[in-house]
């Protein structure tokens, strides 16, 4: 069960096989590192921006790079089911298990902008977790093939999640967090 403020659609992507198998083949995937707790480490997954806004995060910088044809149609029916349109996404491929996101919160905007999130998940799923900040909130949802996880305006300012490592080969997984960016 999700908290309040977050919203868990099962089955929300139409052709989400298609989508997979074409999304790991074609998109353009990058291999960043990062700088945590003063050491340089490889991401543990591969990502891509699209969008009409750059983006950076941890020391990643991302030019804009419009949207192409699969990634418009996923946002259409990301759109559809949410009402609210999207101009940037960042995708994500896992890899397999070993392949992660530790705890954070999307709220690197610029003061005042707390975007809501659209998560696609496509392929294996994975448990995702949420824990509130400063507070007794935890919850766990398993993120399935084609589903479509909300997290609502400002809810990044009172949460964290995270996507953590699991045993076992547990497949590929692509995710695409849908954000409305403004320049």
Same mark, same amino acid.
């Given at each position: ?6 919203? @868990? *659609? ?8 298609? !989508? *997979?198998? &074409? ?9 960043? $590192? ?15 921006? @699209? ?5 950076? @995060? ?25 009402? $609210? ?18 705890? !954070?919160?999307?709220?690197? @905007? ?19 977790? *949420? ?9 766990? $949802?398993?993120?399935? !093939? ?14 964290? !999640?995270?996507?953590?490592? $699991? ?15 403004? &320049?």
């Amino acid at each position: 069960m999700v908290p309040a403020g977050f919203r @868990y *659609l099962p089955d929300a992507v139409p052709g989400a096989d298609d !989508h *997979l198998a &074409a999304m790991v083949a074609e998109v353009p995937w990058e291999d960043h $590192v990062f700088r945590i707790f003063g050491r340089t480490i490889p991401m543990p997954r591969r990502i891509a921006w @699209y969008g009409d806004v750059a983006y950076g @995060y941890s020391g990643v910088r991302h030019p804009a790079r419009p949207f192409n044809p699969r990634i418009a149609a996923i946002a259409a029916a990301v759109e559809a089911r949410t009402g $609210v349109a999207f101009n940037t996404v960042l995708v994500n491929l896992y890899r397999g298990g070993a392949d992660s996101m530790g705890w !954070h919160a999307d709220d690197d @905007y610029r003061p005042g902008v707390t975007s809501a999130i659209a998560s696609v998940s496509l392929g294996a799923a994975r448990r995702f977790d *949420l824990r509130e900040r400063g507070g007794p909130g935890r919850a766990s $949802v398993i993120l399935g !093939h084609g589903s479509l996880l909300w997290m609502g305006e400002g809810t990044q300012l009172t949460w964290q !999640h995270q996507l953590p490592k $699991v045993r076992g080969d547990v497949g590929v997984r692509v995710n695409l967090t849908f954000r409305s960016l403004s &320049a």
